[in-house]
């Protein structure tokens, strides 16, 4: 029985230095696993932390392209306001001096003639001839209304 009962305590105390060694084992298994799938999850994440950076940067840059785009669509509509609204005043300005009846009757003055003022004085005949041309084909027509 004795020897028996050695054997037994040797075997238990064996087993248990075996279940020891294969829980020490184990647990250096699991850091090893746990270890390696941070560094996975760190190279993941940095990865994609520097995909999600170069597209907000690629984001940015489209940002600023369309803001000079539109920045300058918008200075060009304003020098075409401004220009307008230069020629209108000009317009207006030259009908108010009586310029225009003064096209209009074919009267041109030696002020009217100036390079600066012909695409106005151009302007202002076409408009005249179309609205003569509109009054004619008026007439017309009510005199082939009313003649039948």
Same mark, same amino acid.
């Given at each position: 029985? @004795?020897?028996?009962?050695?054997?037994?305590?040797?075997?238990?105390?064996?087993?248990?230095?075996?279940? #020891?060694? +294969?829980?020490?084992? =184990?647990?250096?298994?699991?850091?090893?696993?746990?270890? *390696?799938?941070?560094?996975?999850?760190?190279?993941?994440?940095? #990865? +994609?932390?520097?995909? #999600?950076?170069?597209?907000?940067?690629?984001?940015?840059?489209?940002?600023?392209?369309?803001?000079? *785009?539109? @920045?300058?669509?918008?200075? $060009?509509?304003?020098?075409?306001?401004? *220009?307008?609204?230069?020629?209108?005043? $000009?317009?207006?300005?030259?009908?108010?001096?009586?310029?225009? +009846?003064?096209?209009?009757?074919?009267? =041109?003055?030696?002020?009217?003639? *100036?390079? @600066?003022?012909?695409?106005?004085?151009?302007?202002?005949?076409?408009? +005249?001839?179309?609205?003569?041309?509109?009054?004619?084909?008026?007439?017309?027509?009510? $005199?082939? =209304?009313?003649? #039948?």
């Amino acid at each position: 029985e @004795k020897t028996q009962s050695a054997a037994s305590t040797t075997y238990e105390s064996e087993k248990k230095a075996q279940d #020891e060694i +294969h829980q020490r084992q =184990l647990d250096e298994i699991r850091v090893n696993h746990q270890s *390696s799938l941070e560094k996975m999850y760190a190279k993941s994440l940095s #990865e +994609h932390q520097s995909a #999600e950076a170069r597209q907000r940067m690629a984001l940015v840059a489209m940002h600023a392209e369309t803001m000079q *785009s539109l @920045k300058t669509q918008f200075q $060009t509509v304003r020098a075409m306001h401004r *220009s307008f609204k230069d020629k209108f005043a $000009t317009v207006r300005k030259l009908s108010e001096n009586s310029f225009v +009846h003064c096209l209009i009757r074919g009267e =041109l003055e030696a002020r009217c003639m *100036s390079a @600066k003022y012909q695409p106005i004085i151009e302007l202002v005949q076409s408009m +005249h001839a179309h609205s003569m041309r509109e009054r004619k084909a008026a007439a017309a027509e009510r $005199t082939k =209304l009313h003649g #039948e």
